[in-house]
T-cell receptor, first 116, second 113 residues
Framework: DVKVTQSSRYLVKRTGEKVFLECVQD?????MFWYRQDPGLGLRLIYF???????EKGDIPEGYSVSREKKERFSLILESASTNQTSMYLC???????????????FGPGTRLTVL | GEDVEQSLFLSVREGDSSVINCTYT??????LYWYKQEPGAGLQLLTY?????DMKQDQRLTVLLNKKDKHLSLRIADTQTGDSAIYFC?????????????FGTGTLLAVQP
């Protein structure tokens, strides 16, 4: 079974702090994704990565950056946390096209971040 | 680009059938997906359907695809309280190496005992 883990289930930070959210997958997936989930807005893509050291902006990258130094690990960084970044953050991974029949993404359990 | 829409809320009684609907805009999506999210958890893949199929059945779940109207539905037979969750429809975004998915806003299914 694919396993995607996230470093924390719950996190409370103060405004202005630098925040690191870590995601690890154990299935040798090329693609990794960071989403935020807010009520009534569904999932919005922040950043994705299709290979080590490769990244592309999603729909809402402002205020965030990412790092992918190893294939299995994808980090989301909030350079200076703000209250409007309070949200549920979900990480996902998938195989690249050609290695997979479908685009199925496998999700971690999520990190609920509160910024005070 | 692709846009996926769902109604926000559905309430059913235990034992009834639930039907969750979804519309999408890009007819070139190859696969369409249904994910389930239980409270406080990540998304779990329920099922998917290939775009050249009309229907797919998996135990209590039936997926119907009307490609002409770009309409996808998920029917849950004999709905149980354990089916209470948020259900997300997703369409594969065509093109590129990243195989992105475009998610709907999610439908909260509330099952009344």
């Amino acid at each position: 079974d694919v396993k995607v883990t996230q470093s924390s289930r719950y996190l409370v930070k103060r405004t202005g702090e630098k925040v690191f959210l870590e995601c690890v997958q154990d299935m040798d997936h090329e693609n990794m994704f960071w989403y935020r989930q807010d009520p009534g807005l569904g999932l919005r893509l922040i950043y994705f990565s299709y290979d080590v050291k490769m990244k592309e902006k999603g729909d809402i990258p402002e205020g965030y950056s990412v790092s992918r130094e190893k294939k299995e690990r994808f980090s989301l960084i909030l350079e200076s946390a703000s209250t409007n970044q309070t949200s549920m953050y979900l990480c996902a991974s998938s195989l690249v096209g050609g290695r997979a029949k479908t685009d199925t993404q496998y999700f971690g359990p999520g990190t609920r971040l509160t910024v005070l | 680009g692709e846009d996926v829409e769902q109604s926000l809320f559905l309430s059913v009684r235990e034992g009834d059938s639930s039907v969750i609907n979804c519309t999408y805009t890009d007819s070139s999506s190859t696969y369409l997906y249904w994910y389930k999210q239980e409270p406080g958890a990540g998304l779990q893949l329920l099922t998917y359907i290939f775009s050249n199929m009309d229907m797919k059945q998996d135990q209590r779940l039936t997926v119907l695809l009307n490609k002409k109207d770009k309409h996808l539905s998920l029917r849950i037979a004999d709905t149980q309280t354990g089916d209470s969750a948020i259900y997300f429809c997703a369409a594969g975004a065509p093109g590129g190496a990243t195989n992105k998915l475009i998610f709907g806003t999610g439908t909260l299914l509330a099952v009344q005992p």
